[in-house]
């Protein structure tokens, strides 16, 4: 596994000031909708740079979650059988496909957006490593967690 796709579970006093900042600005702009990027980071006494540079890497861990719930986009080749790869892939790791859409494929490449449902004792730092490595997969970004 590569040193960008590891994960740790780390106590709240380590963590640096700036990710708790990260986390309550996306707390903010999750609970006030109207809320914009700008006014979440100046609420938190944050930049907007530290926020885009960290959002995608911190996440608030819910110890009591039985599962979770991972939205992904991927652009991925227009070949046949890729999409059952992918599936396959998550299938592997007993998650739930909830949602899925798929872009019209433009110069060959297309945006595929997943929403899975994964069980707790899932690895998923494997699943996205997995997906990340797949062959015809040009990019895997985790838009949202819950």
Avoid: C, W
Avoid at 4 to 30: F, S
Avoid at 63 to 68: L, P, Y
Avoid at 111 to 116: A, G, Q
């Amino acid at each position: 596994m590569s040193e960008d796709n590891k994960y740790y579970l780390i106590k709240q006093r380590a963590v640096p000031e700036v990710l708790l900042k990260v986390l309550e600005a996306k707390r903010l702009l999750e609970s006030e909708r109207a809320l914009t990027i700008q006014e979440a980071t100046e609420r938190v006494g944050l930049g907007r740079s530290s926020f885009y540079k960290y959002k995608d890497d911190i996440f608030p861990f819910h110890e009591n979650a039985k599962g979770k719930t991972i939205t992904f986009v991927l652009q991925v080749d227009d070949e046949p059988g890729l999409l059952s790869q992918v599936l396959s892939i998550i299938a592997h790791y007993n998650a739930n496909i909830l949602t899925i859409h798929q872009t019209i494929p433009i110069n060959g490449v297309a945006s595929l957006t997943l929403s899975v449902e994964i069980p707790a004792e899932s690895d998923t730092s494997g699943l996205i490593n997995e997906l990340e490595h797949g062959n015809g997969i040009h990019y895997v970004k985790v838009l949202a967690r819950e």
